[in-house]
């Protein structure tokens, strides 16, 4: 089945303590990309990457790290996670951003304490 | 900047029709998409228009006016499973592996 796989689905933490969220799409798409989601600001991008070894910064790239080391992994990092981090987070991708929807993974909740 | 409107919370009845509009002001255009979120849930791709006009998908249509800066969602034969919060998307033509989304339209259906 083609899906975007995220780990895990909920997380609860404690401020300062790292913490990886990981992504794997196995359709073989090129383009992946970390959103945010929070009440009454929908969905803010984070960073993006357009294949192996090339990401960029979204809108709201503070506090985050990306890598893509192969094609179907795109894991997002927090190195010292904050309070405003607390967030639902969702990982998506695309065969690419012309004309594709993206696939959107099923979401991690991140509550930093 | 970017900005996208939509109303905040609908509500409409079972086996009716029901549209959505977004409105936006983006430095650039290249196209246009809605996308369904079920409460706790990822958002799924409903349509995508990048030319004026009405694409049809079974009981979804979506219409885009790249003058007015205006598309609309349109429902028909509403089913209580189309409670959720409706998404458009707009992608500038400069940052083109961006989507900037709108904060959604959350649409109640009653019997």
């Known amino acids: 089945e083609a899906q975007v796989t995220q780990n895990p689905r909920y997380l609860i933490t404690v401020t300062g303590k790292k913490l990886t969220v990981t992504c794997s799409q196995n359709m073989n798409h090129e383009y992946m990309s970390w959103y945010r989601q929070d009440p009454g600001l929908g969905l803010r991008q984070i960073y993006y990457?357009?294949?192996?070894?090339?990401?960029d910064k979204g809108d709201v790239p503070e506090g985050y790290k990306v890598s893509r080391k192969e094609k179907r992994n795109f894991p997002l990092i927090l190195e010292s996670p904050s309070p405003n981090q607390t967030s639902l987070y969702f990982c998506a991708s695309s065969l690419s951003t012309y004309g594709y929807g993206y696939t959107f993974g099923s979401g991690t909740r991140l509550t930093v304490v | 900047g970017q900005n996208i409107d939509q109303p905040t919370e609908m509500t409409a009845t079972e086996g009716a029709i029901v549209q959505i509009n977004c409105t936006y002001q983006t430095s650039g255009f290249n196209g246009l998409f809605w996308y369904q979120q079920h409460a706790g849930e990822a958002p799924t791709f409903l349509s995508y228009n990048v030319l004026d006009g009405l694409e049809e998908k079974g009981r979804f249509s979506s219409f885009l006016s790249r003058s007015k800066g205006y598309s609309y969602l349109l429902l028909k034969e509403l089913q209580m499973k189309d409670s959720a919060s409706y998404l458009c998307?707009?992608?500038?033509?400069?940052?083109?592996?961006?989507?900037?989304f709108g904060t959604g339209t959350r649409l109640t259906v009653i019997p």
């Open positions: 998307a707009v992608r500038p033509r400069e940052r083109a592996n961006n989507l900037f």
């Open positions: 990457s357009m294949n192996v070894e090339v990401t």
